[in-house]
C-alpha cells in the first residue's frame, strides 16, 4: 500500500470516529453520571445512619447492580433502529399490560402490608415494580398511536383531532385502570403527565386544548377542595377514590408539624433536616437528623443536609441541564415518532423531580414517588435509563420519520 492510500485509509477512520462522537450527545450523559454520582453518595449517607439497614453493603451492591443493568441498556438501546422500535412497540406495550394484570393475584404481600400498594413482585432478594417499566412502553405506544394518525390525517380538523383523542384515551385507560387497581395514585399521576405533555404536543386544535386545560384547573381546584373540607373528605372516603393513608398524607403536607410523632413524623423531620444544612451543609456523611426510609422517597433530605442550599441547588441545576438537552433533542429531530417518545420521556422525568422534591420541601404532598437516578430503587432507576437510552439513540441513529405506515 503507497503513502497516499495510507493517509487516505487514516483519514476515512478519523472522519469515522469523529462522526460517532458527534452522535453521541455528552450534554445528556454529563448530568446523568453526575446524579448517579450524587445518588450512590446520597444512598450511602443515609444507609450509614438507618439502625433498621445494618447490611449497608448488600444495599449498596444491589443498587449498583441497577446501575451496571441501566448502562447496559443504554447502550443497547442506543444501537437499535427507529424502525425496530415501530414495530416492536405494540408488542412490549401488550406485554406491560399484561405483566401488570398479573401483578394484581401475584403481588409481593408484604410491600403491601407497608405500603399500601400492590405494584411489587418479588423474587428472592429482588423486588421489580412493573409500573416502573410499563411507564416507557407506555409513551411508546402513545408516541406510535399519535405520529401513526398524523402521517394519516394530514389535514387537520376538530373532527380527526376528537379521534385522535379517543385513541390516545384508549392507550391510556387501561393502565389507569389496572394503577388505581394497585392503589398507586402516585404512580397514576405520572402517567397523567405524560399523557398531558402529548397531548400539548400532538398537534390538537387550540380549541379543545383550551377548554381541556380549563376543565383541569377546575377538577384540581375542585379535588383541593374536597381533599381539605370535612365534606369532601367523607365523599372522597365513601367512594373510595381516596385511602386513610393517602389523607393522612395530605394532612402531613398541609401541617408537617401537626403530628410529628405519628404520621407527619417523615416529612416534619426531612424539613429540619433540609433547613439544619443551612448554606453550605454540614459535610459528607453527617447526619444529626433520623428520617426514616430516607434512602427513596426522602433522599433529598440527605442532600440538604450534607450539602446545604448550594449543594441542592447543583442538583436541580443539573436536572434543568438534562430537561434542557432532552429537549434540545426533540426538536432537533426530523423523526416524529422519536419527538413525541422524547416529549413523553421529558414530561416522565420532568414529573418525577418536581413531585419529590417539592414533597420533601412541603410544597407538595407526598407520593411516594423516586427521585430519577439518585433514589434507591431498580424499578424505577431502570425505566429512567431506558428513556435516556432512547433520548440517545435519536441522535445515535439519525434517520427520518416514515412515511408510509
Not at 256 to 284: E, N, R, V
Request: charged share 15%.
Amino acid at each position: 500500500m503507497d503513502k497516499d492510500s495510507t493517509e487516505e485509509s487514516v483519514d476515512m477512520e478519523n472522519s469515522r470516529i469523529k462522526t460517532n462522537d458527534n452522535r453521541i450527545d455528552y450534554g445528556v450523559i454529563l448530568p446523568v453520571f453526575l446524579l448517579c454520582l450524587i445518588g450512590v453518595a446520597s444512598l450511602y449517607v443515609a444507609l450509614t445512619h438507618d439502625p433498621n439497614n445494618p447490611n449497608i453493603l448488600r444495599t449498596l451492591g444491589f443498587q449498583a447492580l441497577w446501575y451496571v443493568l441501566g448502562i447496559i441498556a443504554v447502550i443497547i438501546i442506543m444501537q437499535i433502529k427507529s424502525k425496530w422500535l415501530w414495530k416492536l412497540t405494540p408488542y412490549i406495550y401488550g406485554a406491560g399490560l399484561a405483566v401488570m394484570l398479573a401483578l394484581l393475584k401475584f403481588y409481593d404481600r408484604t410491600m403491601a402490608a407497608s405500603t399500601g400498594s400492590k405494584n411489587w413482585f418479588r423474587f428472592g432478594a429482588f423486588t421489580l415494580q412493573p409500573s416502573e417499566l410499563m411507564k416507557i412502553a407506555y409513551i411508546m405506544m402513545l408516541a406510535l398511536v399519535v405520529t401513526q394518525h398524523n402521517v394519516k390525517h394530514r389535514e387537520r380538523d376538530l373532527k380527526t383531532d376528537g379521534l385522535l383523542i379517543a385513541k390516545m384515551l384508549a392507550v391510556t385507560i387501561p393502565v389507569l385502570i389496572l394503577i388505581t387497581l394497585q392503589n398507586d395514585f402516585g404512580t397514576m399521576l405520572v402517567f397523567l403527565a405524560i399523557f398531558g405533555g402529548v397531548f400539548l404536543m400532538s398537534g390538537i386544535s387550540w380549541r379543545i386544548v383550551v377548554p381541556v386545560i380549563a376543565a383541569f384547573v377546575i377538577l384540581g381546584g375542585g379535588t383541593i377542595f374536597l381533599v381539605t373540607t370535612d365534606v369532601g373528605r367523607e365523599l372522597l372516603y365513601n367512594t373510595g377514590i381516596f385511602k386513610e393513608y393517602q389523607f393522612a398524607r395530605i394532612d402531613s403536607w398541609l401541617d408537617p408539624f401537626h403530628d410529628t410523632q405519628g404520621q407527619s413524623f417523615q416529612l416534619a423531620y426531612a424539613l429540619m433536616a433540609i433547613a439544619s444544612g443551612g448554606m453550605f451543609g454540614k459535610g459528607f456523611n453527617v447526619s444529626d437528623v433520623y428520617v426514616p426510609v430516607r434512602e427513596s422517597d426522602m433522599i433529598f433530605s440527605v442532600i440538604g443536609e450534607n450539602f446545604g442550599f448550594i449543594g441542592s441547588a447543583f442538583v436541580i441545576l443539573l436536572y434543568f441541564i438534562l430537561i434542557y438537552r432532552m429537549i434540545r433533542v426533540c426538536f432537533d429531530t426530523n423523526n416524529e415518532f422519536y419527538a413525541y417518545l422524547a416529549t413523553g420521556i421529558i414530561m416522565m422525568i420532568l414529573f418525577h423531580v418536581f413531585e419529590n422534591i417539592g414533597a420533601n420541601i412541603g410544597l407538595l404532598p407526598l407520593t411516594g414517588i423516586p427521585l430519577p437516578f439518585i433514589s434507591q430503587g431498580g424499578s424505577a432507576l431502570l425505566s429512567n435509563m431506558i428513556g435516556i437510552g432512547l433520548i440517545l439513540s435519536m441522535r445515535y441513529q439519525a434517520e427520518t420519520a416514515p412515511k408510509t405506515l
